[in-house]
């Protein structure tokens, strides 16, 4: 694990309450999980587990992975709050070596994350009939926060292109953030494994 990394996200959880507080989950997650074959499900750099609490408590069994102890320490007091434990697997992972099972998941989010190399991963980690979902941030002129390294940037129309004959995309759209910090360009996702 990227020692460095890890240094870096528990600083930033530490030293920004915000972070630590009740998120409500993705728009296109809570639009689109009940469309997932089953209840087996992957929440990709999950932080303070937003996502993770949201699908939990809809049923699904949950692996939970993210570089930052805090923002896992913090999901683990939420769920001991409001559901039962053992439906969620937390897990201290530098998703810059990490590599799904095959076949394994139901469903897979992804939010304000970026690691291209784990897309095409991540699309052969579902089950027939499965969902990904992705919602991160992209280029664009006017975006508030400057300076972003445009290396954990998508370029305009880019999530669509790693996607084959073998995925159904149910939805995409490029918009504006909605309720955080700097208002910044997104790109979201749903695709299907069919």
Known sequence: MSQQDQIKWDKKYTDNDSLLGFREPGALLKQFFSYAGGTRALDIACGTGRNTLYLAQHGFEVDALDIS??????????????????????????????????????????????????????????????????????????????????????????????????????FYDEFWNQGENYRMRKQGIVVRRV
């Open 69 to 170: 102890a805090v923002a896992l320490q913090e999901l683990t007091q939420h769920l001991q709050k409001v559901t039962d434990l053992s439906f969620v697997h937390t897990q201290l992972t530098d998703l810059d070596s990490y590599t799904p099972p095959p076949s394994a998941y139901d469903l897979i989010i992804q939010t304000n994350f970026l690691d291209r190399r784990l897309i095409p991963l991540l699309a052969s980690a579902l089950t027939q009939g499965a969902l990904l979902i992705i919602e991160t941030y992209m280029i664009d002129p006017e975006n508030e926060k400057k300076g972003s390294n445009e290396t954990y940037l998508l370029t305009p129309g880019e999530l669509p292109g790693y996607f084959d004959e073998h995925y159904e995309i149910l």
